[in-house]
């Protein structure tokens, strides 16, 4: 039977993400950057090392190859990022922040009215409402295959190893903890609730 609550929260979300696209584009004008060049130092801020490459911005931000190329030059004009060719594959570029580049990204995100709403709320309802957002996009990116682009410690690969360390499985590289909370582009989802 149809959830009779299915409309109301997708009203919610909707508006929220409204909400939230608005004041992040207000944010980008202050700087001379539109939403989509503000998405990339959101991005480039929070992957880790498998996935700062062009075409992984290109796959997580769902834009063109020229878009991307685009906002990637002119970040780099504006000083907010570098390229750097990788060390074995002289055909891959990996792209990081500058200084300046890390400070808008955290200055706009998350976005005031965002911060302070959930800085009123207690630990555990944030804890709570982290929880059903996690359990609600798990399901969404089963259901549409989109599995990839998720946070490392949330990965069937991530295995902890100690207080500090943990196992990429499928890299088999050992990793230190705080890479964990970084976006990577092999993420593969746990299954809701395992
Ligand atoms: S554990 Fe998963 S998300 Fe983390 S680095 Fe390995 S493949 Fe990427």
Do not use: W
Request: glycine share 4%; hydrophobic share 30%.
């Amino acid at each position: 039977m149809k959830n009779t609550n299915t409309s109301n929260i997708c009203d919610l979300l909707e508006r929220l993400s409204t909400l939230f696209r608005n004041e992040v584009r207000q944010a980008g004008l202050s700087h001379g950057l539109h939403p989509v060049h503000l998405e990339v130092l959101f991005y480039l801020n929070r992957c880790n090392k498998f996935s700062d490459t062009p075409a992984a911005v290109r796959d997580f931000l769902g834009t063109t190859k020229g878009t991307t190329s685009q906002s990637i030059t002119l970040l780099e004009n504006k000083g907010y990022v570098i390229k750097t060719k990788d060390s074995h594959d002289k055909r891959v570029f990996h792209l990081s922040l500058t200084e300046s580049g890390k400070a808008i990204a955290e200055q706009t995100m998350p976005p005031t009215s965002l911060r302070s709403a959930l800085e009123r709320c207690t630990d555990n309802e944030n804890n709570s409402l982290k929880l059903q957002l996690e359990n609600l996009l798990a399901d969404m990116q089963i259901e549409t295959s989109s599995t990839a682009f998720g946070l490392c410690q949330t990965c069937i690969y991530h295995l902890p190893k100690s207080q500090t360390l943990f196992l990429c499985q499928l890299t088999q590289q050992t990793l230190p903890k705080k890479f964990g909370e970084l976006i990577c582009r092999e993420h593969q989802i746990k299954a809701v609730n395992e």
